[in-house]
């Protein structure tokens, strides 16, 4: 048994104002109450970003598609427009939700993203003005995030993480 700690396995995200980012903000907070995230997992290592997706890691192997439907029958899947203001920026550290329509996928930014994913950094879709929402910043626990980021992925584009990291819980402080 080792007399070191064991390295934090946490990582704390603060909240966008909901004056700023109102939609993408309570969609959020209604996917972390509603434990949607529960079980789920960090799936992708972009290089850029970290991405979470409703997809089992090995405690929870063969939920993946209860997972996705939760999401699903809720209908907290995504986000109903792209919603973005410029007091958030992509900057390292940042949360946001991918794709378009935005969700239930969220991603931590491993490098300043402002160009790539803010407004008009998306060229290949419909309205390349659009940018992906960023409704947070991790306050706390950064080693766990850049832990993540220096984990191995599978050979190909899509960047898939060899071994999925689970995400035990996720909680309102």
């Known amino acids: ?3 070191q700690p064991s390295p934090p396995s946490t990582f704390v995200i603060e909240l966008a104002p909901l004056d700023s980012m109102p939609h993408s ?5 209604e996917m972390v ?3 949607f995230w ?3 997992s960090f799936m992708r290592n972009a290089h850029h970003v970290i991405q979470a997706s409703s997809v089992p890691y090995h405690k929870t192997k063969g939920t993946g598609p209860a997972l996705r439907r939760a999401f699903e029958e809720s ?3 995504s986000v109903s427009f792209q919603e973005y203001h410029a007091d958030f920026p992509h900057v390292k550290y940042t949360v946001g939700f991918a794709g378009r329509p935005g969700g239930p996928d969220f991603y931590v930014s491993t490098v300043d ?7 008009g950094g998306q060229s290949g879709y419909a309205d390349p003005t ?3 929402p960023c409704f947070g910043k991790v306050v706390e626990g950064f080693d766990a995030v850049d832990r993540m980021h220096s984990m191995p992925v599978k050979p190909g584009w899509y960047n ?14």
């Open 1 to 3: 048994m080792s007399d």
């Open 25 to 29: 903000v309570h969609l959020f907070l």
């Open 33 to 35: 109450s509603r434990k």
């Open 38 to 40: 529960d079980g789920c």
């Open 75 to 77: 209908g907290y899947q």
């Open 113 to 119: 993203n402002s160009r790539n994913h803010g407004p």
């Open 130 to 132: 659009e940018a992906d």
């Open 160 to 173: 898939a993480m060899e071994e999925n990291v689970g995400i035990a819980y996720a909680k309102i402080l």
